[in-house]
């Protein structure tokens, strides 16, 4: 009865896998998985989980995850099939819904000369993902481009600005607002030479072709580069470059990239990752944090 009554409001998926929704690949079973039609489906479908007292979480591309795994007794609600509009205007102005890639974007911001999302363009997640996180990588990040976003909360959909949302490195308020669902968002872009944007972005996954384990299920960089250092190279002086925790493994290619290297699980991702960060604590007292954010886990 519950499943037809939110397959009204979008594609629902029961007792579905969240090892085949994260680029992990690990990750127990949800009871439902669903993919809001749209934003009035969405709050819809947040009334029917509230009314049935069912726990929720919203999923882009699970890029940044670590799902345990436990069965999740509750509702994913993935934004990346439907809700993944954007659109440009003349002056550099880029709004677009929450379940856009990332990658996408900056795509189509090179094929209109716009530069500023130059530095995502090797980022697997959604725009909603990226903004929750600030994703970032070549010194750039989304709050260097980020105008407002458009956030369902206390039931009201609102447009909320740049100045108001915490951002600073990898961090936002929406890491400490977990009943906001960022919606969408209006970022500003530059005019800029085609060619030389699409060379930059070029050379960039050259690079990170050379450098990244990209044939091996992981999250990307695990950890989040301490004050005055970087993480793999921590990871790389205490000796853990290929250490290997049943099927996890710290890259031998990049020392910051654990992989899924033979069917691991995720308890083989979590105690590789706690015994790397006590290791670190003990060689260099330095609390090395995850970048990569642990869902359904027991506290």
């Given at each position: 009865?519950?499943?037809?009554?939110?397959?009204?409001?979008?594609?629902v998926e029961v007792n579905e896998s969240l090892a085949n929704h994260t680029t992990f690949r690990v990750g127990g079973n949800c009871a439902y998985f669903i993919y809001p039609k749209n934003e009035l489906c969405l709050m819809r479908i947040l009334d029917i989980l509230k009314n049935e007292q069912l726990p929720y979480k919203i999923f882009g591309k699970g890029s940044n995850l670590l799902c345990s795994d436990d069965e999740y007794h509750g509702a994913i609600?993935?934004?990346?099939?439907?809700?993944?509009?954007?659109?440009?205007?003349?002056?550099?102005?880029?709004?677009?819904?929450?379940?856009?890639?990332?990658?996408?974007?900056?795509?189509?911001?090179?094929?209109?000369?716009?530069?500023?999302?130059?530095?995502?363009?090797?980022?697997?997640?959604?725009?909603?993902?990226?903004?929750?996180?600030?994703?970032?990588?070549?010194?750039?990040?989304?709050?260097?481009?980020?105008?407002?976003?458009?956030?369902?909360?206390?039931?009201?959909?609102?447009?909320?600005?740049?100045?108001?949302?915490?951002?600073?490195?990898?961090?936002?308020?929406?890491?400490?607002?977990?009943?906001?669902?960022?919606?969408?968002?209006?970022?500003?872009?530059?005019?800029?030479?085609?060619?030389?944007?699409?060379?930059?972005?070029?050379?960039?996954?050259?690079?990170?072709?050379?450098?990244?384990?990209?044939?091996?299920?992981?999250?990307?960089?695990?950890?989040?580069?301490?004050?005055?250092?970087?993480?793999?190279?921590?990871?790389?002086?205490?000796?853990?470059?290929?250490?290997?925790?049943?099927?996890?493994?710290?890259?031998?290619?990049?020392?910051?990239?654990?992989?899924?290297?033979?069917?691991?699980?995720?308890?083989?991702?979590?105690?590789?990752?706690?015994?790397?960060?006590?290791?670190?604590?003990?060689?260099?007292?330095?609390?090395?944090?995850?970048?990569?954010?642990?869902?359904?886990?027991?506290?």
């Amino acid at each position: 009865m519950l499943e037809k009554q939110l397959s009204a409001y979008g594609d629902v998926e029961v007792n579905e896998s969240l090892a085949n929704h994260t680029t992990f690949r690990v990750g127990g079973n949800c009871a439902y998985f669903i993919y809001p039609k749209n934003e009035l489906c969405l709050m819809r479908i947040l009334d029917i989980l509230k009314n049935e007292q069912l726990p929720y979480k919203i999923f882009g591309k699970g890029s940044n995850l670590l799902c345990s795994d436990d069965e999740y007794h509750g509702a994913i609600l993935c934004l990346d099939r439907y809700m993944s509009e954007y659109y440009f205007e003349e002056d550099g102005t880029l709004v677009a819904q929450a379940g856009c890639s990332i990658i996408l974007l900056a795509h189509e911001a090179m094929k209109r000369s716009f530069h500023g999302l130059e530095f995502a363009s090797g980022i697997p997640g959604t725009l909603g993902g990226a903004l929750f996180m600030n994703a970032g990588a070549y010194k750039s990040d989304m709050s260097g481009i980020v105008k407002s976003v458009f956030v369902l909360k206390d039931g009201i959909c609102t447009w909320i600005d740049v100045s108001a949302l915490d951002y600073s490195y990898r961090h936002s308020r929406f890491q400490k607002e977990s009943d906001w669902i960022i919606l969408g968002a209006r970022c500003k872009l530059e005019s800029g030479n085609q060619k030389e944007i699409r060379d930059l972005m070029d050379s960039r996954r050259i690079r990170r072709m050379q450098s990244q384990p990209l044939n091996k299920p992981s999250a990307g960089s695990m950890f989040r580069n301490p004050q005055g250092a970087q993480a793999w190279e921590l990871i790389e002086k205490i000796g853990y470059r290929g250490k290997r925790i049943g099927g996890a493994m710290v890259s031998e290619k990049h020392a910051n990239f654990i992989i899924n290297e033979d069917h691991a699980c995720a308890n083989d991702i979590a105690a590789l990752v706690e015994e790397i960060q006590k290791k670190i604590k003990e060689t260099f007292d330095i609390d090395l944090r995850t970048e990569v954010e642990r869902f359904n886990w027991k506290i």
